[in-house]
């Protein structure tokens, strides 16, 4: 089942703050973050595991609620080139790799 | 992070022929990849799991007999659309899983299909 993602649009100017939000019905191992500009592949940002363990690049964080099933993605001190469409993947158990994707959060970000 | 590569990056074709799309990882060796197609302004639907020496995984309502999955060697995995239709015109993404834990994804540039 997709997991549920919001808000479905942001806008924002730059340096400002922005969350992104991602909620499954079902017990997870791993929650996936990415970032995708239009006509390119999934850019790579947040890995979060069951557990607390987490893996991303410095400039992004994220948490990871195993209670509620709930991820977040905390986008800070915004720039232009944050612009994008965010998905959350999800994984059950060690599925290697096999992902179920929200429907996307789009960011926009004006000078 | 590891690299995948996918050929070719736009294609198109008429309605009835067959298209093969290539997904390479350049870097690693994958013994398992993962196919993705996304329509417009949609998000990233798994269609199957290609698996290196047996037969590919499908997900529910994805038509195994359309889309043909190959995965040739622990480097290549390949797509083929038979008898492509206007509807079947999305971006094929493919990609290989990292490590455990992290089961990072390691997503090829991705084929834009387009069916006259």
């Known amino acids: 089942q997709q997991p549920v993602q919001s808000p479905q649009a942001v806008i924002l100017r730059e340096g400002e703050d922005a969350v992104i939000n991602c909620s499954s019905s079902k017990a997870l191992y791993s929650v996936h973050w990415y970032r995708q500009k239009h006509g390119e592949a999934p850019v790579f940002l947040m890995i979060l595991l069951k557990g607390g363990e987490q893996k991303g690049h410095e400039k992004i964080s994220a948490s990871f609620n195993e209670k509620k099933q709930q991820s977040s993605l905390y986008l800070t001190a915004s720039q232009l080139s944050y612009s994008g469409t965010y998905f959350c993947?999800?994984?059950?158990?060690?599925?290697?790799?096999?992902?179920?994707f929200g429907q996307g959060t789009i960011l926009t970000v004006h000078p | 992070g590891a690299v995948v590569s996918q050929h070719p990056s736009r294609v198109i074709c008429k309605s009835g022929t067959s298209v093969k799309i290539e997904c390479r990882s350049l870097?690693?060796?994958?013994?398992?990849m993962f196919w993705y197609r996304q329509f417009p302004k949609q998000s990233l639907m798994l269609m199957a799991t290609?698996?290196?020496?047996?037969?590919?995984?499908?997900e529910q309502g994805v038509e195994k007999d359309k889309f043909l999955i190959n995965h040739a060697s622990l480097t290549l995995s390949t797509l083929t659309v038979t008898s492509a239709h206007p509807e079947d015109s999305s971006f094929y993404i493919c990609s290989g899983p990292g490590e455990l834990p992290w089961n990072e994804q390691f997503f090829g540039p991705g084929t834009r299909l387009t069916v006259l």
């Open positions: 290609s698996n290196e020496g047996s037969k590919a995984t499908y």
């Open positions: 870097d690693f060796q994958a013994t398992t």
């Open positions: 993947g999800t994984a059950i158990g060690t599925s290697y790799g096999k992902l179920t």
